[in-house]
């Protein structure tokens, strides 16, 4: 199995950026977080970061026809990149889409996402935890 991981805007500042809502963990944490996981269970994994819509959109359809399943943290395009939403229809690969705050109970633009419309689940508030139930959830599809 094959997953790709992608993370959009700012989530390269994790650990500097608003800890009290991210933690303090930074991205290469996590990187290594889900790494050793999917190692442990024989997955192949990629990692992918920008904070440039086009960029994302781009490496979602490289992803077409050799990877398995996407755990995408879209950042701030969550609520606004319907470009995103459509690279994802596109290439319909199973996609989990992550957040490591409750969006929810956040401001009420951020309880708005174009990515979930294209996700098989949303994963919201369980910090890097979540990362790690996406690999489960797309392994168990």
Request: with cysteine; aromatic share 8%; proline share 3%.
């Amino acid at each position: 199995m094959k997953l790709l991981v992608i993370n959009g805007p700012n989530l390269n500042m994790l650990g500097v950026r608003e800890p009290g809502i991210y933690g303090s963990g930074t991205y290469d944490d996590l990187c290594a977080l889900i790494r050793d996981k999917c190692e442990a269970e024989g997955i192949d994994v990629e990692f992918y970061q920008s904070n440039h819509e086009g960029d994302l959109v781009d490496r979602i359809q490289a992803a077409f026809g050799n990877t398995d399943g996407i755990v995408i943290n879209p950042g701030a395009y969550t609520h606004t990149s319907v470009a995103l939403l459509d690279a994802l229809k596109a290439v319909r690969i199973p996609a989990v889409e992550v957040h490591i705050s409750d969006v929810d109970a956040r401001e009420e633009f951020r309880q708005i996402s174009y990515v979930a419309l294209a996700a098989v689940k949303t994963i919201k508030g369980r910090g890097f935890q979540g990362y790690l139930d996406a690999v489960d959830v797309l392994k168990s599809l």
